[in-house]
């Protein structure tokens, strides 16, 4: 399964959603890797703080970048279970090469109108990429979601109206676990000081995504 995480916003939280879901993965036994395909190298960056803290690690994180995430992600896919790909947040060569070889296309949104206003754009860009990968899915999500309000719902209700793109049920709050666990190299389900909150909506995304497997 290879499955990119993409957007043409940035700060999204989609480097966030790429190592956390890498994390669970290789809690579960899979062989994963993870491709850093963003030109600010955030993936790579928190993989050198694992390194440097001497965190046990049992996958591997490159960098490629441009049209050779295409041809290096297929190369190298049969050795792997699960490839997570972490592209950065605005329309490249790279995040159309990751897209083109991709089972998964993994879209969080914050509920933020100049956010959502972008789901038109990752519309069309899915739908021009269909011809070459015609197997891909496409999944929205929200992301860094507000603690209380009504923006929440509101955003959820536009991404159920896009046909194109799949509504994945999965709200992922703003909390601080995330930002500290990604200072210190970690996933939410590697800190000491467990935030279940956290824990269970990442896992429910992971989830989510296990179940479309099995379907396919």
């Not at 441009?66 to 790909?85: M, N």
Request: with cysteine.
């Amino acid at each position: 399964m290879i499955i990119v995480v993409a957007g043409i916003k940035g700060g999204t939280g989609k480097t966030t959603i790429a190592t956390n879901l890498t994390v669970i993965y290789a809690s579960t036994g899979k062989k994963v890797l993870l491709v850093d395909g963003d030109e600010q190298a955030s993936a790579s960056t928190w993989a050198a703080q694992r390194d440097a803290l001497g965190i046990p690690t049992s996958w591997s994180t490159i960098q490629l970048s441009g049209k050779s995430i295409r041809a290096q992600v297929q190369r190298i896919a049969p050795f792997y279970d699960v490839i997570i790909i972490d592209v950065g947040g605005r329309e490249t060569t790279s995040m159309r090469a990751a897209i083109s070889v991709a089972d998964v296309c993994l879209i969080p949104f914050k509920p933020r109108s100049l956010d959502i206003w972008t789901l038109g754009a990752m519309k069309s860009l899915v739908s021009e990429m269909l011809p070459a990968n015609p197997n891909l899915r496409a999944f929205a999500f929200i992301n860094q979601a507000d603690p209380k309000g009504t923006d929440n719902q509101d955003a959820e209700e536009i991404l159920k109206d896009c046909v194109e793109i799949e509504h994945v049920p999965v709200s992922i709050g703003t909390r601080k676990s995330f930002a500290n666990a990604a200072s210190d190299g970690l996933g939410v389900i590697e800190m000491r000081l467990e935030d279940r909150k956290a824990i269970s909506e990442i896992d429910a995304l992971h989830q989510h995504l296990e179940t479309y497997i099995k379907r396919t």
